[in-house]
C-alpha cells in the first residue's frame, strides 16, 4: 500500500490549509464564545466544494476517493481552528455518504446537489435523551400507515440540527420486531407540521458547531422518504459508523498535527534555567509522544481510508483507529496545556480552546468504552 | 464442511456462547430470539467476509439475508456463485 502522495494531492492538502488558515479562523474567539454557527464560512467551505467532496459529478459532487476526501479534512482541521465548523463539515459528508449508498435515486437527486452547494444541511437523528451507546433501545417510531408514516419522538444533542434543512432518522418502523431488524432510516424535511426543535444546547466545546433537541410529533413523512428498506436501519447505521470513525479521526489528526507544531515552536523557544525548556526530557518527552502518535494514525488511517476505497469491511478497525486517534487527541491537548504552564490555563492562549473541543471527541461517534467492546466482541471476547 | 454446516458452528461456538441453547437448526429464527443482536451481526458478517472471502455489500445488509441458517448458507452460496462467473 503506498502512502506517498501524489503531486496533486500534496497540492490540494496545501490549497486547503491556505484557505483554512486565511479564511476560517478570523473572528473565532468571539463566535465561540457566543456559540454561534459562522454561515457566511459555510458558504465559502462549500465554494471550495469542500462539502461536495466524496460525491458523484452527476449530483455536483467532486468524484473523490474516500482517500482524497479524508486528506481533504485532515488539511481543513490542520488549518482551520474553529473545530465545531469542522465537525458541522464532517457530519454532513457522512450525512451524505448515507444517502449516496443507501438512498434511492430520487433522494440522491433531490438531496445531494443542494448539499454539495451548501444550500441543504442535513443532520442525522439517531441519539435520544434514553439511548446513547445502547441505540437499539431508542423509542422513535415511524408507524406506516396507507400513504405515510407517522413519526412520533424526540432526539437528543443532534449535530447540525438547528441549522439543518433535512433529518436523517432512526426510528422502529415496526414494533412487532423486538430486534434491530425493527428498525428503519427515513428523511424528514424540517418544513414538515410536527417537527420542532429545543433551544440550541450550550456545551463545553465545539461551541460553534449547533445542537439541540428535535421533537416529532405526530409527523407525517413519504412512504418514498424510506432510505433503503424497511427493517435496514441498523446495517445502515452500523455501516455509516465505519465512515464516520475513519472521516472524524482525519480530523482528530489534522489538529493533534496542529497541537504538535505549536508544542515544538513554544519548547523550542521559551527559555528556563538558561535554555530552551524544550531541552528539558520531561518536556521534550511529551512532544515526541505527541510525534508517535500522529505518525501511527496518519500510517492507519490512510490504510483504512484506502482499504475503504477497496470496499472493505473496517468494524473492527474503524473502531480501533476512532480509539486510538481520540484518546491521544486529548491526551496531546492536556500535554500542550501543561507544557505552556501559566499561558496554557489563559483564555487568551488558543490551548484551552483545543482541549474543550477535544473532549467531545472519545464522546461522539461512539464512545471510547462502546468502541472497546465492539472491538472485544469482534476478537469474540 | 459445507457452508451451512460452517455457519452453523461458529454461531453455536461464537454467538451462542452466553446462552443455554445449543444446537440450531435450519430455519430457527435467529434474529427475533436474539441469537442475532446489533453487535452479534456485526461479529458473523465479519467472520462471513473472512472466512468466505466474500463482500457483503449494502445492498445484501437486510434482515430476511440473515433471518434463519437456511437464509444465511443461501446469501454466502449466492455470493460465491456471482464471484465464480
Redesign the interface.
Given at each position: 500500500m503506498d502512502f506517498n502522495l501524489s503531486e496533486e494531492q500534496k497540492q490540494l492538502k496545501s490549497t486547503i490549509i491556505n484557505f483554512a488558515r486565511n479564511e476560517l479562523n478570523q473572528g473565532l474567539e468571539e463566535r465561540e464564545r457566543l456559540g454561534r454557527f459562522p454561515s457566511e464560512l459555510w458558504k465559502k467551505c462549500a465554494a471550495l466544494n469542500l462539502l461536495a467532496l466524496p460525491f458523484e459529478e452527476e449530483y455536483g459532487g467532486c468524484g473523490f476517493s474516500f482517500f482524497n476526501t479524508v486528506l481533504a479534512i485532515e488539511a481543513l482541521a490542520y488549518g482551520c481552528k474553529d473545530a465545531g465548523l469542522v465537525h458541522a463539515v464532517g457530519s454532513t459528508l457522512i450525512s451524505g455518504l448515507l444517502i449516496k449508498?443507501?438512498g434511492t435515486e430520487n433522494q440522491k437527486k433531490n438531496i445531494l446537489p443542494k448539499l454539495c452547494r451548501g444550500e441543504l444541511i442535513a443532520a442525522q437523528a439517531i441519539t435520544e435523551p434514553e439511548a446513547g451507546s445502547d441505540?437499539?433501545s431508542i423509542q422513535t417510531r415511524a408507524i406506516k400507515a396507507e400513504n405515510n408514516y407517522l413519526l412520533d419522538g424526540r432526539k437528543m444533542f443532534i449535530s447540525n440540527a438547528p441549522i439543518a434543512d433535512v433529518f436523517l432518522v432512526l426510528a422502529i418502523t415496526n414494533p412487532d420486531?423486538?430486534?434491530?431488524?425493527a428498525h428503519s432510516f427515513l428523511l424528514c424535511e424540517k418544513f414538515r407540521p410536527g417537527v420542532s426543535l429545543g433551544k440550541p444546547l450550550e456545551k463545553l466545546g465545539l461551541r460553534t458547531l449547533q445542537n439541540s433537541e428535535v421533537i416529532f410529533d405526530h409527523c407525517e413523512i413519504p412512504l418514498e422518504n424510506l432510505i433503503?428498506?424497511e427493517?435496514?436501519g441498523?446495517?445502515?447505521f452500523?455501516?455509516m459508523m465505519e465512515w464516520e470513525r475513519i472521516l472524524f479521526a482525519a480530523c482528530h489528526l489534522g489538529t493533534l498535527t496542529r497541537i504538535l507544531e505549536m508544542c515544538l515552536k513554544y519548547a523550542t523557544e521559551r527559555k528556563q534555567f538558561g535554555q530552551p525548556i524544550s531541552k528539558f526530557q520531561y518536556i521534550s518527552g511529551k512532544i515526541a509522544r505527541m510525534k508517535i502518535a500522529e505518525e501511527l494514525i496518519r500510517t492507519y488511517l490512510y490504510r483504512l481510508a484506502i482499504s475503504k476505497d477497496q470496499?472493505q469491511?473496517l468494524?473492527?478497525e474503524a473502531s480501533v483507529l476512532k480509539v486510538y486517534a481520540s484518546e491521544n487527541l486529548k491526551t496531546a491537548c492536556f500535554e500542550a496545556l501543561q507544557l505552556h504552564g501559566g499561558y496554557g490555563f489563559m483564555l487568551e492562549y488558543e490551548i484551552q480552546r483545543d482541549l474543550r473541543d477535544s473532549l467531545a471527541s472519545t464522546i461522539y461517534s461512539g464512545t471510547s468504552e462502546i468502541n472497546l467492546?465492539?472491538i472485544s466482541?469482534?476478537l469474540?471476547l | 464442511m459445507q457452508t451451512k454446516e460452517k455457519i452453523r458452528k461458529f454461531l453455536i461456538s461464537?454467538l451462542l456462547q452466553d446462552n443455554d441453547i445449543s444446537a440450531i437448526s435450519d430455519d430457527d429464527s435467529l434474529?427475533?430470539s436474539?441469537i442475532i443482536?446489533?453487535?452479534?451481526?456485526?461479529?458473523l458478517?465479519?467472520y462471513l467476509?473472512k472466512e468466505f472471502k466474500i463482500?457483503?455489500?449494502?445492498e445484501h445488509?437486510?434482515?430476511?439475508n440473515f433471518e434463519s441458517l437456511m437464509a444465511i448458507s443461501n446469501l454466502v452460496n449466492n455470493l460465491l456463485t456471482d464471484k465464480g462467473k
Open positions: 449508498i443507501f441505540v437499539m420486531r423486538k430486534s434491530f431488524a433503503g428498506q427493517g435496514q441498523m446495517f445502515i452500523n455501516e470496499n469491511r468494524t473492527l467492546q465492539i466482541k469482534l469474540r | 461464537d434474529i427475533d436474539g443482536d446489533s453487535h452479534g451481526i456485526m461479529t458478517i465479519a467476509e463482500k457483503i455489500g449494502p445488509l437486510l434482515p430476511e
